[in-house]
């Protein structure tokens, strides 16, 4: 199928990276090359970009799409979590510009084979490194009652999350369970009628915990924030755009963490624990899209972009 993802707050990150001849950047999560692409457009003629992307077949397309940049990007197959040893690696002692697009791609969503959608039967994978790791499937057929609640409770905030557990350790002592359709089945029979949302499919919030489980979203993300900043050069900008309250809280409260001064206790006549800023956060609140790019694109009406520069 066809590559199709539309970048988030597109205008509104890149120029928030400060754009400039001669500067570095990365992409930690390429997707569509979107950003990849306006950010080369606006650092021309010889901004340079590592673009980071752990799904080979994003890789692949982003090869084609930003191949008339020549030298001035290189595409690399990571997670993002290996940034430190991805510019190691290269010899890149610091860069001028970080931006991150989490989540899920529209073209991994669209693409039932990913097992991404909820909509569309296929086998339950949601890996987003289709080489490495757990399946959904194996957790959802290996992971205890308790295992699955505090997924679908923590990750989903499901609050049929129990109920929903127990339908599936049930269900699969009578078959394996293999595709979305099949766990779309198990939450419909688990999540009452009547306390179905009407604008919300019921299946939503599982699948979202399922994918950040399977990929251990959050665990990589409150890993690769302070290495992030350590990355960057001084007064080089952190960009990072979030799709669900999850996220945006990690975010938001790594950065706060990492502005902050000195800890002493107020009393103490001088500061002791010489703890300074490593950075200073530009948006105090998120920049969200306007009202015509949800129009437009009704997958941004959830994204929220935070950005920091550091001292």
């Given at each position: 199928?066809e590559f199709k993802h539309i970048s988030v707050?597109?205008?509104?990150?890149?120029?928030?990276?400060?754009?400039?001849?001669?500067?570095?950047?990365?992409?930690?999560?390429?997707?569509?090359?979107?950003?990849?692409?306006?950010?080369?457009?606006?650092?021309?003629?010889?901004?340079?970009?590592?673009?980071?992307?752990?799904?080979?077949?994003?890789?692949?397309?982003?090869?084609?799409?930003?191949?008339?940049?020549?030298?001035?990007?290189?595409?690399?197959?990571?997670?993002?979590?290996?940034?430190?040893?991805?510019?190691?690696?290269?010899?890149?002692?610091?860069?001028?510009?970080?931006?991150?697009?989490?989540?899920?791609?529209?073209?991994?969503?669209?693409?039932?084979?990913?097992?991404?959608?909820?909509?569309?039967?296929?086998?339950?994978?949601?890996?987003?490194?289709?080489?490495?790791?757990?399946?959904?499937?194996?957790?959802?057929?290996?992971?205890?009652?308790?295992?699955?609640?505090?997924?679908?409770?923590?990750?989903?905030?499901?609050?049929?999350?129990?109920?929903?557990?127990?339908?599936?350790?049930?269900?699969?002592?009578?078959?394996?369970?293999?595709?979305?359709?099949?766990?779309?089945?198990?939450?419909?029979?688990?999540?009452?009628?009547?306390?179905?949302?009407?604008?919300?499919?019921?299946?939503?919030?599982?699948?979202?915990?399922?994918?950040?489980?399977?990929?251990?979203?959050?665990?990589?993300?409150?890993?690769?924030?302070?290495?992030?900043?350590?990355?960057?050069?001084?007064?080089?900008?952190?960009?990072?755009?979030?799709?669900?309250?999850?996220?945006?809280?990690?975010?938001?409260?790594?950065?706060?963490?990492?502005?902050?001064?000195?800890?002493?206790?107020?009393?103490?006549?001088?500061?002791?624990?010489?703890?300074?800023?490593?950075?200073?956060?530009?948006?105090?609140?998120?920049?969200?899209?306007?009202?015509?790019?949800?129009?437009?694109?009704?997958?941004?009406?959830?994204?929220?972009?935070?950005?920091?520069?550091?001292?």
């Amino acid at each position: 199928m066809e590559f199709k993802h539309i970048s988030v707050l597109l205008e509104e990150t890149v120029d928030m990276l400060l754009p400039q001849q001669g500067k570095v950047f990365v992409d930690c999560t390429m997707g569509g090359a979107g950003h990849s692409r306006y950010l080369l457009e606006q650092s021309a003629p010889n901004g340079k970009l590592i673009a980071i992307d752990q799904d080979g077949e994003a890789c692949a397309e982003g090869k084609r799409r930003l191949a008339e940049f020549g030298d001035r990007v290189e595409i690399v197959q990571a997670n993002f979590s290996e940034l430190s040893t991805v510019l190691a690696e290269r010899g890149i002692s610091g860069v001028d510009g970080i931006m991150m697009d989490l989540g899920v791609s529209s073209y991994q969503l669209d693409n039932k084979d990913r097992g991404f959608s909820y909509m569309q039967d296929a086998a339950l994978d949601m890996r987003m490194n289709p080489t490495v790791g757990k399946t959904a499937a194996d957790i959802l057929n290996t992971a205890t009652e308790d295992e699955l609640n505090d997924i679908f409770w923590l990750y989903g905030e499901e609050k049929w999350a129990r109920r929903i557990a127990k339908f599936v350790v049930a269900e699969r002592e009578n078959e394996s369970i293999e595709t979305t359709g099949q766990l779309v089945a198990i939450i419909k029979k688990a999540v009452p009628a009547g306390a179905r949302q009407e604008d919300q499919h019921p299946a939503k919030r599982c699948f979202q915990a399922l994918r950040i489980a399977v990929n251990d979203e959050l665990g990589v993300l409150e890993r690769v924030l302070p290495a992030a900043v350590a990355c960057l050069n001084p007064g080089g900008r952190l960009c990072v755009i979030s799709f669900h309250s999850l996220e945006d809280r990690i975010v938001k409260n790594i950065m706060k963490e990492l502005a902050k001064g000195c800890t002493c206790p107020p009393q103490l006549p001088v500061c002791v624990c010489g703890k300074k800023p490593q950075i200073k956060i530009i948006s105090r609140k998120p920049i969200l899209p306007g009202a015509a790019e949800i129009a437009a694109n009704p997958r941004a009406r959830s994204a929220k972009l935070r950005v920091a520069e550091k001292f």
